[in-house]
């Protein structure tokens, strides 16, 4: 896998990260429902033009909620700075990534597509997983307050809560 960042973007717990992840049964499933709207409330609270719900998957990062950037289902684990956000328990911010070192070689940075400003809280599971995030993006640089940081923890906590529904839904289908 590519690495666009300059520093390791693997977790030292990633099997057991992984098979967490696995056991939800998200990825690629439909990306209606609760999830997408988490991502549309985060986008309309901090008034960005992108939000997301990504799971960060062994080689790449898929989009469960999606506002922004709809045609766009997954981008490779090395170029997407949700790889970055799952390393941490506390939120990752860039306000404006172009005076970030770590992602002067990023192509979402560097290239095309723009990207200044980044926000994300881990999606964690109650026995301390990061599974993915919930990131708010702009192409423009942003300020991003204490009580937006509270704001976005409460979304990456609602997510959660889905995610566990959804696995007992999981569950429940599999013993009726």
């Keep these: 896998m590519k690495n666009t960042f300059g520093v390791e973007i693997i977790p030292e717990i990633e099997a057991e990260r992984l098979r967490k992840l696995h056991d939800y049964q998200i990825l690629d499933t439909e990306t209606d429902?609760?999830?997408?709207?988490?991502a549309a409330l985060a986008a309309h609270i901090f008034k960005v033009p992108i939000a997301l719900v990504s799971f960060v998957d062994a080689e790449r990062v898929w989009f469960k909620g999606n506002v922004g950037m709809e045609n766009t289902t997954e981008v490779?684990?090395?170029?997407?700075?949700?790889?970055?956000?799952?390393?941490?328990?506390?939120?990752?911010?860039?306000?404006?990534?172009?005076?970030?070192?770590?992602?002067?070689?990023?192509?979402?940075?560097?290239?095309?597509?723009?990207?200044?400003?980044?926000?994300?809280?881990?999606?964690?599971?109650?026995?301390?997983?990061?599974?993915?995030?919930?990131?708010?993006?702009?192409?423009?640089?942003?300020?991003?307050?204490?009580?937006?940081?509270?704001?976005?923890?409460?979304?990456?906590k609602l997510v959660m809560d889905e995610l566990d529904l959804w696995k007992c839904q999981l569950y429940t289908q599999t013993i009726l």
Aim: glycine content about 6%.
């Design 33 to 38: 429902g609760p999830f997408k709207h988490i």
């Design 76 to 156: 490779d684990r090395g170029d997407s700075l949700c790889s970055l956000s799952i390393l941490r328990q506390e939120a990752t911010v860039f306000r404006d990534a172009l005076q970030e070192p770590c992602l002067a070689e990023n192509p979402l940075v560097a290239g095309e597509f723009g990207l200044r400003f980044y926000a994300a809280v881990p999606i964690t599971t109650y026995d301390g997983y990061n599974l993915g995030a919930v990131c708010i993006l702009d192409k423009e640089p942003r300020e991003f307050t204490i009580d937006d940081k509270i704001t976005l923890e409460y979304m990456a």
